[in-house]
């Protein structure tokens, strides 16, 4: 024990300077000048590396350290003063001369004679038992000149014991890692911990959002209590989830080595360290450790309006299939993000009518103040002529990538005034249920505007009569996933009214399955067996999808086992394919299933020969080892043969998540009469009814009605084009992720990725009764840009990295019957083209001044530094097996 105490005092002492004591942090002598090297750089490249080398350049120089008061109580209550002279900054990879921007340039031409001087005029620290406790400069000094200072005085931060801590640096607070062995001493810090008053956003769902890692290592040299050497290094990476190639590093690095003293300042007198500061210079201040917001300004960039003449051509009707579309949409967007209300305005009343629609979507996905506002202002919801811009502007806001409680509350004045257009009236409400779900998803439930929205759609259903109008709040409900609903949805399955069964069946079928209890599966377990009433086809088929998927018994499955054979003809072929698809495709239900059909009586031949042409089927669109594609097609007829019921889905699923990308669900009733038909059990007094609904990235739209009642069936027979009706058009915003990223060093790096999607969605019905033929289709169109960047800039220095990846894809699903006699001809079709990806990694470093001082008569663009500037991009195109589709 007496050894290992003496052990333990030994290691504690070889970090003292004074023998008296344990330095608490390094310690400076009086009367000396510490003279050290720094430098420190900033390198941006794809995640691997390219073959090229990372952008980004280093910056370096001489400083001089001293000890300029101590506290004569606390030996470690010191104030110092630190000086930076001979600055130099240099490309971080060697270039030849002709890539080298900095070549023949001064560190005065790139930095500018103010920044220069700032930089190098001294600044005074005050560290307390190794701790910074306040940090001294000027006021008036740029903010990017002062995070540098930031960054050099958080390097004089440590502490000479192992354990955790809570420290205030240049990042922000953060809990810090303390590692010490004898002479050395290993600091890490805890990035995800670090609290900054600059926050961004992103998208929430994990499919298609974006992942970040970060590490923040120093490791600290040490020789009879002092800084021998401090080095740093820093790394971000950032990728797309459903692309993991598609991604960017930033690495930030600092090394302050010792290189000698001589002598040096004698310390001033003085009681504290606010009277010696004075003394010093009265006009340094107390401007904190945490780094400061950097405004970037851009010289020579175009206004809003001036980039909207350059991309309106792209965003016309014509190139919405063509990624083109959603590139331009995405620049778009970051014009408008940095535009006041009436910039906007005036580019929303130059846009051509069949440009405006788009512009609709870029202004509304921008989720600004002034976006916000402008739209406000620019849509009149009285006037029903306006339909099309007030959809497109709901259902903008409905995908919003991090809508705020703002957006809600504007969606809720609207619903509270007079609405031209009924349709219109119902898509308010049903996207403040994809609003609510989103905002509460971001721990929003208990704002103000999500509490008055949660009990009107909660309350809505049962305070009106009026059949769409339920509907409405059914489906406002069924985007608001909210677990209070659940009861509502549960009540609504065993309603008489099949429209009300089909949206509650549908709604509980998102749910988790942890909420699905006893009493909603009893529920829906009475729904499919028909314990209380006759349902129809569709609604059964909707709970048996609700049963399947919600981890059912042993004894549910067997029971819908022994159901086949005695459910109308077309329904038994129906949940035998859907047994099946299941079993094939390996779905969860797959094993229980399994254990269930080795009951005879349940499986045998009699069940599992039945004929009849419904289906079911589940398939991979793509598979990737970040994200895989998955599609399912179910078709359920009637007895007559007339389509009773489409549902076309697509689920896209990739880190630990699962999204649903795309549902067309088409369904039709009533037409026996038209072939003379006997209708189904259950459809005898069915209005003649043809209607498509649509679910994109998990928000429910209003669906669309084909026609309604026999009258309007007979006039649109006649005039039906066989041309299918579009249920979507337009340009999203699927990821938004921003983030500034603030190095140890005192740069701050910008990190920005989006992806934008251009979609056409359409569906269409068409019977001959000459032919006695009957032909449903369901065509996608789109194409997908995803853009990552990270850019640092210091106002006289900028460097970035972009990478990017895109895809034009078109998909369709064609149904073909024809019942002129039984068995039926049925034709299912699935089209897809090759879907070609591109990707593209482009690299910059602009030296600001420089380059406008030679290129002063010209605008200040990219494109117009290529010899100045180091640019190179990649194309690939990849074959078939390695495209990823996300629609």
């Not at 206004?303 to 990624?323: G, R």
């Not at 405006?356 to 849509?379: G, I, K, Y």
């Not at 500034?740 to 990190?751: D, E, F, M, T």
């Amino acid at each position: 024990m007496l050894a290992l105490v003496v052990f333990l005092l030994c290691a504690a002492s070889s970090f003292s300077a004074s023998p008296k004591g344990v330095a608490a942090g390094p310690r400076l002598n009086n009367n000396q000048l510490y003279k050290f090297s720094y430098t420190t750089e900033v390198l941006i490249d794809k995640a691997r590396g390219s073959k090229e080398g990372s952008a980004g350049y280093r910056i370096s120089s001489d400083v001089d350290v001293n000890l300029v008061w101590r506290d004569p109580s606390s030996k470690d209550d010191q104030l110092i003063k630190l000086a930076m002279s001979n600055v130099r900054i240099e490309p971080v990879s060697q270039r030849s001369e002709k890539k080298n921007i900095l070549h023949g340039a001064t560190t005065e031409s790139v930095l500018g004679k103010t920044n220069l001087a700032a930089l190098t005029k001294p600044f005074l620290l005050h560290l307390k038992n190794g701790k910074a406790k306040a940090f001294y400069s000027y006021w008036e000094e740029p903010a990017t000149i002062k995070n540098l200072k930031r960054g050099l005085a958080s390097l004089l931060q440590v502490q000479l014991n192992t354990g955790k801590v809570v420290e205030n640096d240049v990042s922000g607070r953060c809990t810090v890692e303390y590692k010490a062995v004898k002479g050395q001493v290993t600091r890490t810090k805890i990035l995800d911990t670090c609290q900054t008053a600059e926050t961004g956003f992103t998208t929430h769902s994990k499919v298609l959002g974006v992942s970040s890692k970060a590490s923040s290592v120093t490791v600290f040299t040490l020789e009879d209590g002092f800084i021998r050497s401090a080095v740093a290094e820093e790394a971000h990476s950032l990728a797309v989830n459903a692309r993991k190639s598609t991604a960017a590093k930033v690495v930030s690095r600092q090394a302050l080595t010792f290189v000698g003293k001589e002598v040096g300042p004698v310390e001033a007198a003085g009681k504290d360290v606010a009277g010696v500061v004075k003394s010093v210079d009265t006009k340094l201040a107390a401007v904190g450790i945490v780094a400061e917001k950097v405004k970037s300004q851009c010289k020579g960039c175009p206004s809003l309006f001036e980039h909207w003449q350059t991309e309106k051509k792209q965003l016309e009707p014509a190139s919405l299939s063509k990624a083109t579309a959603p590139r331009s949409f995405l620049a778009l967007i970051q014009s408008i993000r940095k535009a006041s209300k009436d910039e906007i305005l005036k580019v929303l009343k130059s846009a051509s009518k069949t440009s405006l629609p788009q512009v609709v979507d870029a202004v509304t996905s921008s989720q600004t103040t002034a976006s916000l506002d402008a739209m406000l202002e620019f849509l009149n919801f009285t006037d029903a002529k306006g339909f099309v811009l007030q959809e497109r502007f709901l259902y903008a806001c409905g995908f919003a990538s991090h809508p705020n409680e703002r957006m809600l509350e504007a969606l809720l004045d609207i619903s509270k005034g007079k609405i031209g257009s009924t349709d219109i009236k119902e898509s308010v409400v049903i996207i403040m249920g994809a609003l609510v779900h989103k905002l509460c998803q971001k721990g929003g439930c208990d704002l103000p505007t999500v509490v008055k929205v949660k009990k009107m759609i909660l309350d809505g259903p049962k305070s009106t009569k009026e059949e769409s109008e339920v509907q409405m709040y059914l489906l406002a409900l069924k985007n608001s996933l909210l677990p209070e609903a659940i009861p509502i949805f549960t009540k609504y399955t065993e309603s008489e009214v099949g429209a009300y069964c089909t949206i509650a069946l549908t709604a509980l079928q998102r749910y988790d399955v942890k909420l699905m209890t006893s009493e909603v599966k009893q529920t829906v377990n009475r729904v499919y067996h028909q314990n209380r009433r006759i349902y129809e086809k569709n609604v059964r088929a909707a709970a048996a999808d609700v049963i399947l998927s919600s981890n059912p018994s042993y004894m549910e499955v067997k029971n819908l086992l022994l159901s086949i054979g005695n459910l109308p003809h077309e329904m038994n072929k129906y949940m035998l394919s859907k047994i099946q698809d299941i079993m094939r495709f390996e779905m969860p239900a797959s094993k229980i299933l399994r254990k269930a059909m080795k009951d005879m009586v349940s499986h045998n031949y009699d069940r599992f020969a039945k004929v009849g042409s419904s289906s079911a089927y589940s398939g991979f669109m793509a598979q990737s080892a970040d994200v895989s594609s998955t599609y399912s097609l179910d078709i359920l007829y009637s007895g007559s043969g007339i389509l009773r019921r489409s549902n076309m889905n697509i689920y896209g699923g990739g880190n630990g998540a699962m999204l649903h990308g795309l549902q067309v669900a088409i369904e039709a009733q009533g037409l026996e009469t038209l072939i003379a038909a006997t209708p189904d059990e259950g459809e005898e007094d069915l209005e003649s009814f043809a209607g498509m609904s649509a679910l994109l990235f998990d928000v429910q739209l209003r669906p669309v009605t084909f026609f309604k009642g026999y009258s309007d069936l007979m006039s649109k027979m006649f005039s039906m084009t066989g041309d299918p009706m579009n249920v979507v058009k337009g340009l999203i915003l699927l990821s938004d992720h921003s983030e500034v990223i603030q190095l140890q060093s005192g740069l701050k790096a910008n990190a920005e990725f989006q992806g934008g999607l251009a979609i056409d969605i359409s569906g269409g019905m068409e019977i001959s009764l000459w032919y006695r033929e009957s032909k449903t289709s369901v065509n996608n169109r789109g194409a997908l840009v995803v853009t990552g960047n990270i850019t640092v800039d210091m106002d006289f220095l900028r460097t970035g990295v972009e990478v990017s990846f895109e895809t034009e894809a078109a998909l369709d699903f064609i149904t073909t019957v024809q019942f002129s006699e039984y068995p039926f001809l049925v034709c299912m079709q699935m089209d897809k083209t090759t879907f070609p990806v591109r990707y593209c990694l482009t690299q910059s470093l602009k030296n600001i001044h420089y380059c406008s001082k030679i290129w002063g008569h010209l605008e200040v663009s990219l494109f117009f530094f290529k010899e100045n500037l180091f640019f190179f991009s990649v194309k690939i195109m990849l074959n078939e097996s390695e495209t990823l589709l996300m629609l």
